[in-house]
């Protein structure tokens, strides 16, 4: 069988990404080839200082699908890096590297070599300034995608923020059906498309118990008329669900995806249940992208105590689909 490369960004070099890589390559062997778009130096650096060994093979990208490749080694297309290598803070001086590492995987991504793409932490500080909330938006840009979602996915329960990272004082403003509708939607399509079944979704409201002492009712106005739309359409929706107790062991049951108004309503209660058993994976785009689902952790570098778990999921995930 011809199995797809997995292509796998770096991301901030000041993060733990490479070490919990390195783990990840001793935990399981994977049957897809592990492609790493990363700068040589920063990876030999990594590897003495984590005392981690493996052979390492440099591939042109242009030759990417006529030699065979295999995860005995770790191979590499090497990104050219020319800052200090020594552990640093992150700053936007890791900038255009990371950005010539995603360019380096659209153009792979773009040939049809393969559709499968991870990519390691980025700061949202640092790489994207304030231009975009988060990756997500940032990998929806740069392949002109209109309609897209951050599904945090585990095969018992996922979860999906309308809004992402989004200040907490800008949500109820950027709530409306249309993004509520579009994103359902690309939810249900991923499952029936890549899982081979019709998710049964739950919509959480945007206020406590779905109620307000305001004159305007997001739940009344916005949420079930979209939920009502959405279920004319043969999608399996339901809602809006009291937020405080939709993650009880006997409610969550009942549900594949729980969808939330903002980012922590419901990414804080899907990590306490699973901790680094989930990942990111971005629906919409012309390819699968997935990510493990943690930041850099600058306090965790160098430490070699980092949890690979998370990225072990994600190379599981894109074997699968």
Not at 72 to 88: G, S
Not at 138 to 155: C, P, R, W
Not at 218 to 238: A, F, G, T
Not at 260 to 284: R, S, W
Request: proline letters at 5%; one cysteine or more; a positive charge.
């Amino acid at each position: 069988m011809n199995y797809k490369p997995i292509l796998v960004v770096h991301g901030e070099p000041n993060s733990i990404f490479l070490e919990i890589y390195f783990k990840s390559l001793k935990y399981k062997k994977f049957k897809n080839p592990l492609v790493l778009i990363c700068s040589q130096k920063i990876l030999k650096f990594q590897m003495k200082k984590l005392k981690f060994k493996m052979d390492i093979k440099i591939i042109k990208p242009s030759l990417l699908n006529k030699i065979k490749l295999n995860n005995k080694i770790i191979n590499i297309i090497d990104v050219d890096y020319n800052k200090d290598l020594t552990f640093q803070k992150i700053s936007n001086k890791s900038n255009q590297y990371i950005k010539d590492c995603f360019k380096t995987s659209f153009k792979i991504l773009k040939s049809g070599i393969t559709n499968k793409l991870i990519n390691g932490p980025i700061s949202k500080t640092s790489f994207l300034n304030k231009k975009f909330l988060g990756i997500t938006e940032y990998l929806a840009k740069e392949t002109k995608v209109t309609h897209n979602a951050m599904l945090i996915y585990n095969k018992k329960l996922s979860i999906c923020p309308i809004t992402t990272h989004l200040p907490l004082k800008f949500v109820a403003k950027n709530i409306n059906k249309k993004i509520i509708i579009q994103k359902i939607n690309l939810i249900d399509s991923f499952y029936r498309k890549n899982l081979g079944f019709k998710p049964k979704i739950a919509v959480l409201g945007l206020n406590p118990h779905c109620e307000t002492v305001d004159k305007f009712n997001e739940d009344e106005k916005i949420l079930k008329p979209s939920i009502k739309y959405l279920s004319s359409k043969k999608i399996n929706v339901s809602g809006p669900y009291s937020a405080d107790t939709a993650f009880l062991k006997k409610n969550r049951i009942n549900f594949d995806v729980i969808v939330g108004m903002y980012h922590d309503q419901v990414l804080t209660p899907l990590k306490t249940i699973f901790e680094y058993d989930a990942i990111n994976i971005t629906l919409g785009l012309p390819f699968m992208r997935v990510s493990p689902d943690h930041g850099p952790n600058q306090k965790m570098l160098g430490l070699n105590k980092s949890n690979p778990l998370s990225l072990v999921r994600a190379i599981e995930f894109l074997e699968k689909n």
